[in-house]
């Protein structure tokens, strides 16, 4: 069983930054698909950022582009995601997800608020 744990969030005020990290059970090698999903109040959740580990190529979604940064360790278990420049809209719940091809595993969350 895939166990993922988040960490990093916070209370931060507009402007700000932070570095969401998460811990896999497995080496993230193992995983093809690795990304970061939030789910602010009263919405669905929505895919923020995401690497495929067989390329290496990244996506983010167009609301976090130049601000957030993805990244993995390429023989550890940890993925990371710098969040710089944070807007009182990118408050909500942030979840680690990862799998071999889609994304099946979930972590609980790390929950980030931005403040104005």
């Known amino acids: 069983q895939v166990q993922l744990v988040e960490s990093g969030g916070g209370l931060v005020q507009s402007g700000g930054s932070l570095r969401l990290s998460c811990v896999a059970s497995?080496?993230?090698?193992?995983?093809?698909?690795i990304g970061w999903f939030r789910q602010a109040p009263g919405q669905e959740r929505e895919e923020v950022s995401c690497?495929?580990?067989?390329?290496?190529?990244?996506f983010y979604a167009d609301s976090v582009k130049g601000r957030f940064t993805i990244s993995r360790e390429n023989t550890g278990n940890r993925v990371y995601m710098e969040m710089n420049n944070l807007k009182l809209e990118d408050t909500g719940v942030y979840y680690c997800g990862v799998g071999p091809s889609g994304i099946e595993y979930w972590g609980k969350g790390s929950p980030v608020t931005v403040s104005s």
């Open positions: 497995g080496p993230t090698s193992d995983y093809g698909a």
């Open positions: 690497i495929n580990s067989s390329d290496g190529s990244t």
